[in-house]
Structure formats: C-alpha cells, structure tokens
C-alpha cells in the first residue's frame, strides 16, 4: 500500500518560515491535502490540491508538490500555528485513502 | 455554515456493538460525498468508511464486514454501526464531509466522539 512520511517534529521561531514535508514514491504525479489538528480539536484543512486554501485560511499557508516530496510551507510563524499537521491523498490504484504519519510543529 | 455534530460513542466491551451518528447541518448529506476517520489515542488518522452519492461504499481492511455505513436522507444524518468491537477499535471517530475533483479530500469535520474498547 501507499505511504507517506512526515518527520515527527520541526521546530521555529516565531516569525520565521517552517517546512514540513510529505514523502511518497512519486508524490508529484498525485494531489496532495494538508490538515491542521490542535490538540484536543479535529483536523481543518488548510491546503488542498497541493497548493489551494481554503477560505479562510491565512495567504502564510502555502503548499507544494513535485517528484517524491510535497511540502506546507508556513511564513511569518505565529504561536498560533502550533499544531499537528498531515499530508493526505487518493491512491487511485489501492482506492486507499491515505494519511501522512503526522508532523508537530512546535513554536519557539 | 457547514455544521457535523456526532453521537454514540462510549465504553463497550470487546465484541460488542455501538451506533454512532453524525447530524449534518448547512449542507445535503445525501447529495454529498461522507465519512467516517478516526484516531486512536496519540496516534493518527485513519479513513475507517466513505459512503458515496448512489450508495457505494469504501471501507479500510481494518474494519471491512464489521463497521457499516449508511445514511437517513430525511434526517440529514450519516451512521457507522460498528460490531465485533476490538480494542484496536479505541478511537476518537470524526465525521467529514468528502470532496472530489480528480482526488478525495475531507472539507469540513465535526468534533468527535470518543468510542473506548475494553473489559
């Protein structure tokens, strides 16, 4: 079956940018959905089709998506913004719903 | 405004059953895409069931013959009976709404109830 891996943890200071990336066997060639989950409340997509936001979601949040790596880039880190986050796609193949390992963002 | 609030959940022994369901405001649930994802105690999430408009189904093989889904087009509401319990089972259960345009992706969740396993 498919899988995606996320680092367990990434770290940054308030106002600086953080990457967290989103490792699958030729990522780019499949859409790719990121959620953010605070601790104690379900997940709110924050990107989908790689790099589309929903409404309502800051223009800080941006995502990326090419050869084995998809990425969600957030600019300008808030306290705010700390939060677990998961990549997702369709593996059309398996018709298998995906989810990415889970990444922590800690702020500073 | 988009609205999924779910119930049911609780403490059930092994190999038992439980109903849970989700009530869904702002929005036709029988002209939508639904699901049920879950996330056992810190741990990730998991897609357990998709019910799709025509009443296809998708299940994970975790839980396929044992969970169903379904939903009550007059009461705006998506269930999940869940039988042969296991406490691998143990999970917050969320209901989401589903998207798709060339890929599956979940817009909008509800809170979550908590279903515990154990003796």
């Known amino acids: 079956s498919y899988v995606l891996t996320q680092p367990p943890s990434v770290s940054v200071a308030p106002g600086k940018t953080a990457r967290v990336t989103c490792g699958g066997n030729n990522i780019g060639g499949k859409s790719v959905h990121w959620y953010q989950q605070k601790p104690g409340q379900a997940p709110v997509l924050v990107i989908y089709y790689d790099s589309d936001r929903p409404s309502g979601i800051p223009e800080r949040f941006s995502g990326s998506n090419s050869g084995n790596t998809a990425a969600l880039t957030i600019s300008r880190v808030e306290a705010g913004d700390e939060a677990d986050y998961y990549c997702q796609v369709w593996d059309g193949v398996s018709d298998h719903y995906v989810f990415g390992t889970g990444t922590k963002v800690t702020v500073l | 405004e988009v609205l999924l609030v779910e119930s049911g959940g609780g403490l059930i022994q092994p190999g038992g059953s439980l109903r849970l369901s989700c009530a869904a405001s702002?929005?036709?649930?029988?002209?939508?895409?639904m699901s049920w994802v879950r996330q056992a105690p810190g741990k990730g999430l998991e897609c357990v069931s998709v019910?799709?408009?025509?009443?296809?189904?998708h299940y994970a093989d975790s839980v396929k013959g044992r969970f169903t889904i379904s939903r009550d087009n007059s009461k705006n509401t998506l269930s999940l009976e869940m039988n042969s319990l296991r406490a691998e089972d143990t999970a917050v259960y969320y209901c989401?709404?589903?998207?798709?345009?060339?890929?599956?992706?979940?817009?909008?969740w509800g809170q979550g109830t908590l279903v515990t396993v154990s003796s």
């Open positions: 019910i799709y408009t025509g009443d296809s189904t």
């Open positions: 702002g929005f036709t649930v029988s002209s939508n895409y």
């Open positions: 989401a709404r589903v998207r798709w345009s060339g890929s599956f992706y979940f817009d909008y």
